[in-house]
């Protein structure tokens, strides 16, 4: 067990629907990052928040979004679903200071299926 | 941008050793790790170097490091069916702005057989 948690586990919606994601880090990590595996494209990284402050962006598409609450725990929202968004959607927390050197714990992340 | 190459799969023999190889086109690359993901299953941190060691060991776990051809392997010792899996070789970079994603490789899959 990593010690980061994500709700829900499973998500089944339509296209064009919206859905949030949540993530909460490992106690005492400041840094909440977000990961996109699908068969495709692999593990990408999408978003990345350091103590509420978007951080850096990745590969992340304009219907998503996200942000990093002042208990440090984050939610991924993303909006008008495609059957490409299909994925697992994965959250890492890092002890980071400002710069993040250190080592990301996953959590067992959120199966998205979009019909 | 930065890349991460791995051989998509290795089967070995329950015993042997299993040697799981990487590259990375990134020379800055400071951190270089491992990952393991099971069916079903988020990414568990095996283990992770700095770019200023050539090897570091740990437990049945040896991981390499040649920075000169940016080669990075992982040895799993005495290989077991438990340790069928995906392995991802993974890299982060500092930079000023203090963010370092990790960029993965597509992962190899390893299979044991008994």
């Known amino acids: 067990d990593s010690g980061v948690t994500q709700t829900p586990k499973h998500l089944i919606t339509a296209t064009g629907q919206r859905v949030t994601l949540r993530c909460s880090p490992r106690s005492g990590d400041l840094s909440v990052y977000w990961y996109q595996q699908s068969l495709d494209q692999g593990l990408q990284f999408l978003i990345h928040y350091y103590n509420g402050e978007e951080r850096a962006k990745g590969n992340i598409l304009e219907r998503f979004s996200a942000q990093q609450f002042p208990d440090l725990h984050s939610e991924l929202n993303l909006s008008s679903l495609e059957l490409g968004d299909s994925a697992l959607y994965f959250c890492?927390?890092?002890?980071?200071?400002?710069?993040?050197?250190?080592?990301?714990?996953f959590g067992p992340g959120t199966r998205l299926t979009v019909t | 941008g930065e890349d991460v190459e791995q051989s998509l799969f290795l089967s070995v023999r329950e015993g042997d050793s299993s040697v799981i190889n990487c590259t990375y086109t990134d020379s800055s690359s400071t951190y270089l790790y491992w990952y393991k993901q099971e069916p079903g299953a988020g990414l568990q941190l095996l283990t992770y170097?700095?770019?200023?060691?050539d090897m570091k060991q740990d437990q049945r776990l040896t991981v390499l490091l040649n920075k000169k051809d940016k080669h990075l392997s992982l040895r799993i010792a005495d290989t077991q069916t438990g340790d069928s899996a995906i392995y991802f070789c993974a890299e982060s970079t500092p930079r000023d702005s203090g963010n370092t994603p990790l960029v993965f490789g597509k992962g190899t899959r390893l299979s044991v057989i008994a």
């Open positions: 170097i700095f770019s200023n060691m």
């Open positions: 890492a927390s890092s002890e980071s200071r400002f710069r993040s050197y250190g080592e990301q714990y």
